[in-house]
T-cell receptor, first 114, second 111 residues
C-alpha cells in the first residue's frame, strides 16, 4: 500500500476552472509539502505545512492556495487555472521529530490546463 | 542566493561503464544534501542524505560523496535498471525543513 497517495493522478481542465488536488498520507508524518515539476526546472516548492495549524508559502505560491484538513491530509487548489500551471504536481511528507529531514513523495498528479 | 546545479543534464552509459554525476551548491550554510532517484511518471525516491564534508554513503551500485562545494553520485558497473533521473537537493541552515532541488541528471544505461 502506498504511504503517500495523490488524487487525481491525471486531470485535464480548461482555463479559468477551479481545481483541487488532494494528498493523503499514512506515514504519520507531521510535515507536508506541495511541489510542481517542469521539464528542465526541477522541483519547486509551492506551499508547505509543518503541522495542522501551520501553513507557509514556498518559492512559487502565486495562483495557488492550500488547506491542511488534518495531519494526514493536505490539499492544493488552483482558484482559476491558467495554461502555465500545466505541470506535474507532487506531494511530499517528512517527520519533523527525527531530525532526519528526508522527504517522501507521492506518485504525482499530471495536470493539463487548456 | 542559494543555488544547486547538477551536471551533466543527461548521461548515456553502456552497461558496466562506471561514471559520476555532479551536484554543486552555493549556499549560506549546509544542513544536509539529499539524493533522489526518479523514474518516468513517478515520484522521487529517497536514496541518501549527507551532512558533512568527507561523508560517504553506499547503496548497491551507488555511492554518494560530499565536499564543501559539491557532491558526487558514483554509479559503479551500471545496469539498465539504473536508468532514471537523479536529483540532488540541499537543506540550508536558513531554510530548515525545506529542500531546494537541482534540475536533475537523466541517466540512460544501455545493454
Amino acid at each position: 500500500d502506498a504511504d503517500v497517495t495523490q488524487t487525481p493522478r491525471n486531470r485535464i481542465t480548461k482555463t479559468g476552472k477551479r481545481i483541487m488536488l488532494e494528498c493523503s498520507q499514512t506515514k504519520g508524518h507531521d510535515r507536508m509539502y506541495w511541489y510542481r515539476q517542469d521539464p528542465g526546472l526541477g522541483l519547486r516548492l509551492i506551499y508547505y505545512s509543518f503541522d495542522v495549524k501551520d501553513i507557509n508559502k514556498g518559492e512559487i505560491s502565486d495562483g495557488y492556495s492550500v488547506s491542511r484538513q488534518a495531519q494526514a491530509k493536505f490539499s492544493l487548489s488552483l482558484e482559476s487555472a491558467i495554461p502555465n500551471q500545466t505541470a506535474l504536481y507532487f506531494c511530499a511528507t517528512s517527520d519533523g521529530g527525527t531530525g532526519a529531514n528526508e522527504q517522501f513523495f507521492g506518485p504525482g498528479t499530471r495536470l493539463t490546463v487548456l | 542566493e542559494d543555488q544547486v546545479t547538477q551536471s551533466p543534464e543527461a548521461l548515456r552509459l553502456q552497461e558496466g561503464e562506471s561514471s559520476s554525476l555532479n551536484c554543486s551548491y552555493t549556499v549560506s550554510g549546509l544542513r544536509g544534501l539529499f539524493w533522489y532517484r526518479q523514474d518516468p511518471g513517478k515520484g522521487p525516491e529517497f536514496l541518501f542524505t549527507l551532512y558533512s564534508a568527507g561523508e560517504e554513503k553506499e547503496k548497491e551500485r551507488l555511492k554518494a560523496t560530499l565536499t564543501k562545494k559539491e557532491s558526487f553520485l558514483h554509479i559503479t558497473a551500471p545496469k539498465p535498471e539504473d536508468s532514471a533521473t537523479y536529483l540532488c537537493a540541499v537543506m540550508t541552515t536558513d531554510s530548515w525543513g525545506k529542500l531546494q532541488f537541482g534540475a536533475g541528471t537523466q541517466v540512460v544505461v544501455t545493454p
